[in-house]
């Protein structure tokens, strides 16, 4: 399974301490690990504290891979601020056509109620001019 690791601590004897912070489900998602929870591995003793990594880690609980994850995370958010941008641009184009809708309406309803008004005003000359004698 892969995992977002920290460099904890690094050991005496080469090996060096993770602390696994998420991890990738079969569908791609990363969620957060629940528990903190710690491996440890020789290569990425060349790390130092603090770096964050992509490591595999088997069932047994052994490093099997280990990359450094900056570029990768990189490019995971500058992914997914073009997936953001093309949902916003998406919700505007949405937002627009429900405005043109709602403006075509409230000129239909202007036009009608201009002409119950007129309609109105005509029924009420023809009223007077009946009343009068």
């Not at 489900?25 to 504290?49: G, H, L, M």
């Not at 990359?67 to 184009?93: F, P, R, T, W, Y």
């Amino acid at each position: 399974m892969l995992y977002l690791a920290r460099v904890y601590k690094k050991g005496l004897f080469g090996q060096a301490e993770l602390q696994l912070l998420a991890y990738q489900t079969p569908d791609r998602i990363w969620s957060a690990v629940r528990k903190p929870e710690t491996v440890t591995s020789s290569e990425a003793s060349a790390y130092n504290v603090g770096v964050l990594l992509l490591v595999e880690v088997s069932e047994e609980r052994r490093v099997q891979r280990v990359e450094e994850a900056a570029m990768k995370l990189v490019e995971m958010l500058h992914s997914l601020s073009q997936a953001g941008s093309l949902m916003d641009l998406s919700e505007i184009e949405s937002w627009r056509q429900s405005l043109t809708r709602q403006s075509q309406e409230l000129s239909r309803r202007e036009a009608e109620v201009a002409a119950r008004q007129d309609q109105l005003e005509q029924w009420e000359i023809n009223l007077r001019q009946r009343q009068s004698p």
